[in-house]
């Protein structure tokens, strides 16, 4: 009995990876952004019904950075120092809102085709867009529903415009949610941000690793 469950506990965390790497490399390739969705996806191509199998978010993320290294390599790296680099000018831009990066140009999984996300913070919910107005970014208006914790849901303002050929999200929130960051689509803990002086430090360290390996 005892080895009958071991051998299934093993079947099972075998096919978790494989859906894991199979999610990830959906997201990879197909442009994929939600993980449920790439997650759904990989377990029907995969024939794979059993939900026990059905690998965690934080799971595919590791997956994604893996299958990024791998096969994506210098390019990936330098469209993920690209975005940092213009991420921290939109910080200076925005630096009257307490701005923070988050999302996967702060976690390192970003490609060629993803936007900057960042939180601006202002209980005036048009304060952003009026700034952006006066500098003559055009940009357009949707919403975003965030957990702000275990209790509390909030529908917020998104402004999404174009610079530098590049995307940007910027969800505005009310200040004292600078407090405690919204809980993260991904693990559902609080989201990891980062401001100018902490992305300055992250570009840093990324210069020095670029160095070492090699990498203009």
Known sequence: MH?????????????????????????????????????????????????????????????????????????????????????????????????RLVGPVLEGTADATSPVLLHAYSDDAEAVTRHLDEHGIPAVSRTRRLRLDRERVADLPVWVFSAEDLAFDVTVLPLHALRQAPLSAVDERPMRRASLAQLRRLLAEDGIAGYESGLP
């Open 3 to 99: 080895r009958a469950r071991q051998h299934a506990e093993t079947r099972t965390r075998e096919r978790r990876s494989r859906l894991a790497h199979e999610a990830a490399r959906l997201m990879a390739e197909g442009g994929i952004r939600d993980f449920h969705q790439a997650k759904i996806k990989a377990a029907a191509r995969l024939g794979i019904r059993d939900d026990a199998s059905l690998p965690r978010n934080r799971e595919i993320e590791e997956a994604l950075r893996e299958y990024q290294r791998i096969f994506l390599g210098d390019s990936q790296a330098q469209a993920l120092r690209r975005r940092r680099e213009a991420a921290a000018r939109a910080l200076e831009f925005l630096a009257g809102f307490e701005p």
